[in-house]
T-cell receptor, first 114, second 113 residues
Framework: GAGVSQSPSNKVTEKGKDVELRCDPISGHVSLFWYQQALGQGPEFLTYFQNEAQLDKSGLPSDRFFAERPEGSVSTLKIQRTQQEDSAVYLC????????????FGSGTQLSVL | KNQVEQSPQSLIILEGKNCTLQCNYTVSPFSNLRWYKQDTGRGPVSLTIMTFSENTKSNGRYTATLDADTKQSSLHITASQLSDSASYICVVSGQNSGYALNFGKGTSLLVTP
């Protein structure tokens, strides 16, 4: 596809379960970001990858959150022992490199923890 | 404290009317400012980018302005359409912040018939 693809688009899970969210960035994009967006709020930074290297994970809320991008393309965000406060939209974005290039966002994964 | 503040938080206008959204920032030194449009259930899409030397930038019915001295930007929407209903997010980059971006909380715009 031509854009950033995220799956699943919606995920409903029970408290305490683990979930895995997937992001397929635009081919060749070096930078990849994960954001968390609560209802009515702007995206909040979670983590940043440059190719396969996770250069910044300062935004991850707790050690239950783990992200990887092992081959520098597809990325997964894993949330262990989900809590109700984890309910949000998780957005993935990519761009060719640093600089003035705009971010290309996926449509997000709506996570609902019951 | 958030370095990017947007106002109003929400806005309702009639189809065909104009509106202006505001973005104030404290990010310094400044590199560039983008306005994104986010439709419900979708990811944000870039509308305009402005660097320090630019005062205004247009994209169809969208016109962004920047005053780097007062650290203010506005997004003006002319002759609004129902499809303009969305959240508009201001994103500011600093010169020394590398990949880091500063997001506003967005303005939710509803255009009614």
């Amino acid at each position: 596809g031509a854009g950033v693809s995220q799956s699943p688009s919606n995920k409903v899970t029970e408290k305490g379960k683990d979930v895995e969210l997937r992001c397929d960035p635009i081919s060749g994009h070096v930078s990849l970001f994960w954001y968390q967006q609560a209802l009515g709020q702007g995206p909040e930074f979670l983590t940043y990858f440059q190719n396969e290297a996770q250069l910044d994970k300062s935004g991850l809320p707790s050690d239950r959150f783990f992200a990887e991008r092992p081959e520098g393309s597809v990325s997964t965000l894993k949330i262990q022992r989900t809590q109700q406060e984890d309910s949000a939209v998780y957005l993935c974005a990519s761009r060719p490199d640093r600089g003035l290039e705009k971010l290309f966002f996926g449509s997000g994964t709506q996570l609902s923890v019951l | 404290k958030n370095q990017v503040e947007q106002s109003p938080q929400s806005l309702i206008i009639l189809e065909g009317k104009n509106c202006t959204l505001q973005c104030n920032y404290t990010v310094s030194p400044f590199s560039n400012l983008r306005w994104y449009k986010q439709d419900t259930g979708r990811g944000p899409v870039s509308l305009t980018i402005m660097t320090f030397s630019e005062n205004t930038k247009s994209n169809g019915r969208y016109t962004a302005t920047l005053d780097a001295d007062t650290k203010q930007s506005s997004l003006h929407i002319t002759a609004s359409q129902l499809s303009d209903s969305a959240s508009y997010i201001c994103v500011v980059s600093g010169q020394n912040s590398g990949y880091a971006l500063n997001f506003g909380k967005g303005t939710s715009l509803l255009v009614t018939p």
